[in-house]
């Protein structure tokens, strides 16, 4: 159904599907179609640019789908990651995870901090169990991701940022310098030094900072390995 509504208003439409039997229901239903592709495989086993070249598309793109929910999250960060970068993302994901990844200041995870790196995302709508053919035993919510022209955050290693904001959140439920010390097996004291150094009060929980508050924190701990 999805498919059939995007290949009414998209110049080129490259369907991803996995399952053999589906892409092949597609390929047939679509025949007529010649805006339309579809291409049997996984699409995390292809990088974005070469599923646009094997589609006959090209930039700029846009990603639109209801994702499986157990390679949800991995599929977005591969697109979020690629060397070509869709314009905008809308998809459909459990619905924690989409109310995570478009979390505020109070409510970020780790997994807030590492999407909105990227992109500026929101919550467009939930969607009840009824809405899907079976059921799902979770609710659903449809989300948008605005690509950025440029980073949220500019540090010198995107990956060290990341591994520094997972170690913030290694238990996210304590303050902030004593979840920091769980991550980098360092000292309540030593987390809390790092922490003021950086404007940051370690007394917060780590799901209070902004993400401006992690570039800081990582600037400081990167001053304190030197």
Do not use: C
Not at 130 to 157: G, I, N, Y
Not at 172 to 184: E, Q
Request: glycine share 6%.
């Amino acid at each position: 159904m999805l498919t059939e509504l995007l290949a009414g208003r998209a110049r080129r439409l490259i369907a991803v599907e996995v399952d053999e039997r589906l892409a092949s229901g597609l390929k047939e239903r679509f025949a007529a179609q010649e805006s339309v592709f579809v291409l049997q495989g996984d699409v995390l086993e292809g990088a974005p640019e070469e599923i646009l070249v094997a589609g006959g598309g090209g930039a700029p793109y846009v990603v639109v789908g209801n994702l499986p929910y157990f390679i949800g999250t991995a599929i977005v960060r591969r697109f979020l990651e690629a060397m070509v970068l869709p314009r905008w993302l809308v998809v459909t994901l459990q619905a924690e995870v989409a109310e995570s990844i478009a979390a505020r200041p109070g409510r970020m995870s780790y997994l807030s901090v590492e999407m909105q790196t990227l992109a500026s995302a929101r919550v467009l709508f939930h969607l009840p169990p009824r809405a899907f053919s079976p059921p799902p035993k979770v609710r659903s919510a449809v989300v948008r991701l605005d690509v950025l022209d440029t980073a949220e955050v500019e540090v010198d290693d995107r990956e060290a940022f990341l591994s520094l904001a997972r170690a913030g959140f290694a238990a996210p439920r304590k303050r902030l310098r004593n979840s920091l010390a769980v991550g980098l097996r360092v000292a309540p004291t030593e987390a809390a030094a790092m922490l003021s150094a950086a404007g940051v009060d370690p007394e917060q929980r780590p799901a209070e900072l902004t993400l401006r508050d992690w570039q800081s924190v990582y600037f400081a701990y990167r001053r304190s390995e030197q």
